[in-house]
């Protein structure tokens, strides 16, 4: 069974930095895609970043030259770097993880932007 593990939420201050890490419990290029979603209270889960298993990146708007998603295949980890933090950020994050059949999840990682 695939399990992947999200670690490094917190509480940060407005314009604040934090990083998140996922690690999957088997190689990541066992997965044609790895990414990062959210869901705030009240809102529909919502893609932030992706990469491919060959290192292309894609990346939501509202996060686009703030946040930087990255893989260490040693580690079959993935990691969100999230910088300029802003309020509307906070939610509850996801690692997500998809082959040709079957997509994972990680159980989420808290994220709160407030002074």
């Known amino acids: 069974q695939v399990q992947l593990a999200e670690s490094g939420g917190g509480l940060v201050q407005p314009g604040g930095s934090l990083r998140l890490s996922c690690a999957a419990s088997?190689?990541?290029?066992?997965?044609?895609?790895m990414g990062w979603y959210r869901q705030a209270p009240g809102n529909q889960r919502e893609l932030v970043a992706t990469?491919?298993?060959?290192?292309?990146?894609n990346y939501a708007d509202s996060v686009k030259g703030r946040f930087t998603i990255s893989t260490d295949n040693a580690k079959n980890a993935v990691y969100l770097q999230m910088g300029s933090l802003k309020p509307e950020d906070t939610a509850v994050y996801y690692c997500?993880?998809?082959?040709?059949?079957?997509?994972?999840w990680g159980q989420g990682t808290q994220v709160t932007v407030s002074a």
């Open positions: 088997v190689h990541r290029l066992s997965f044609n895609t």
């Open positions: 990469i491919s298993r060959s290192g292309s990146t």
């Open positions: 997500e993880a998809d082959t040709t059949y079957t997509t994972f």
